[in-house]
């Protein structure tokens, strides 16, 4: 387990360096501590999320079978559902139900290759710079 | 029969309420989901109020459940995304709690009802839907229409990609409700196997240890599920809150 180090390990490292009678330590010497101790959880906190990563890439084939066909089913559900509406609404039935019936159909299928990390979100496609996002972070869930 | 594996999901109502018309009864559900918020608070208050430098056993499940929260968010929504974090951290809690009292004998499992799941993931997408057209106004919209694609795609493909938004409420919804459902279910025909064997004598005792295997492996893999469900449904909270924060780049 990543957590029991990410825990234990920025107090193990501040108790030798924690002055016994610092009663008089002035600010500048606190802050440039909490620095460091930021630093060092900055530090302790990529690492377990790393961990974490790859602790769960081999996620159970079964449990990513289930999200793929949920992602299915909802992505065709919502096209059906929104056909039928369009068609109720307008009366152009059947032809929203087809129409959207299809659409619904391939945004199921885009959802299961989001899933499965094969298609890129819709707005991260042309961004290499961004900042914080790891770029593999689909592959993992 | 004893052994009805639906019977477990029905709602009855405990103390009988109507509001201008509306039925608001106080019900097993709702006295779960009370269970769920006083065992949740409880447990943080409890195991934090002594604030030990070096945690106590309970004060480390608190810290690993924040750790574990914010990690997630700060990895998928970067650190803009902890502005969510009372309210990704509330979910999670949530519905990490009620899976786990739900794995109680007796216990009503309220995520095993498709309405409170459902009403879970449209506080995550409406939350998504108006924050990001609070901090991005039209611009937002810009999540449906990708980038590099020929114009006479653009309808055909923005028609595409708002069905798939749509869907993930939805999908959001299903899955932690079909797997809490699909595993109470499971475990109770496995028990019902127990018992109709066992009423035929000799044999049927012998052979009644083969689904009570079963029921305890079962058993441990539902509580594996309730872990990640939990999980998942905070993972893809924080995905959904990350297209709020950024929609194009």
Redesign the interface.
């Known amino acids: 387990m990543p957590h029991h180090q990410g825990i234990a390990m920025p107090k193990d490292k501040e108790t030798p360096t924690d002055p016994e009678g610092s009663q008089g330590a002035d600010d500048d010497q606190l802050a440039s501590r909490l620095d460091a101790l930021d630093r060092d959880l900055g530090a302790q906190a990529s690492g377990s999320g790393k961990n974490r990563a790859n602790a769960n890439a081999p996620s159970t084939g079964y449990g990513q079978a289930l999200r793929m066909s949920t992602d299915f089913v909802a992505g065709v559900g919502v096209g059906a559902a929104l056909g039928w509406g369009i068609d109720a609404v307008l009366g152009t039935s059947p032809w929203g139900l087809i129409v959207f019936l299809l659409l619904g159909f391939a945004a199921g299928i885009l959802n299961v290759l989001r899933t499965a990390g094969l298609v890129a979100e819709a707005g991260t496609r042309e961004t290499p710079s961004q900042e914080r996002r790891p770029p593999s972070r689909r592959h993992d869930r | 029969m004893a052994n009805d594996p639906i019977k477990q999901f029905e709602i009855s109502k405990l103390v009988p309420l109507e509001i201008g018309g509306l039925d608001v009864s106080f019900t097993n559900s709702s006295l779960f989901m009370v269970a769920t918020v006083a065992a949740a608070s409880s447990l943080l208050i409890l195991s934090t109020s002594g604030r030990g ?3 106590t056993r309970w004060q ?1 499940v608190a ?2 459940s924040y ?2 929260v ?2 997630t968010l ?6 803009e995304g902890m502005r969510f974090f009372p309210m990704v951290f509330s979910l999670f809690m949530f519905v990490l709690i009620a899976n786990l009292l739900g794995m109680f004998p007796y216990f009503f499992t309220v995520t095993s009802h498709i309405i409170v799941t459902f009403a879970l993931a449209m506080l995550v997408i409406g939350t998504v839907v108006l924050y990001g057209f609070y901090r991005h106004g039209a611009k937002f919209l ?7 694609v020929p114009a006479p795609l653009i309808p ?1 493909v923005t ?3 708002v ?2 938004f ?3 409420p ?2 959001l919804a ?2 932690l409700f ?2 809490m459902l699909a595993g109470h279910i499971t475990l109770k025909v496995f028990t019902g196997f127990i018992v109709s064997l066992s009423a035929l004598g000799f044999g049927g005792v012998l052979t009644s240890i083969l689904p009570l295997v079963m029921a305890v492996a079962i058993t441990a893999l539902e509580f594996l599920v309730a872990f ?1 469900q939990a999980y ?1 449904f905070t ?1 893809l909270t924080c995905m959904y809150l ?2 709020a924060l ?4």
């Open positions: 430098l070096v945690p480390s810290e690993m750790e574990f914010a990690s700060r990895s998928s929504a970067g650190n810009g999540l449906f229409v990708p980038h590099g055909l028609a595409i990609e069905i798939s749509l869907s993930r939805i999908s299903v899955r079909a797997n990640l998942v993972v990350n297209d950024h929609p194009n780049h």
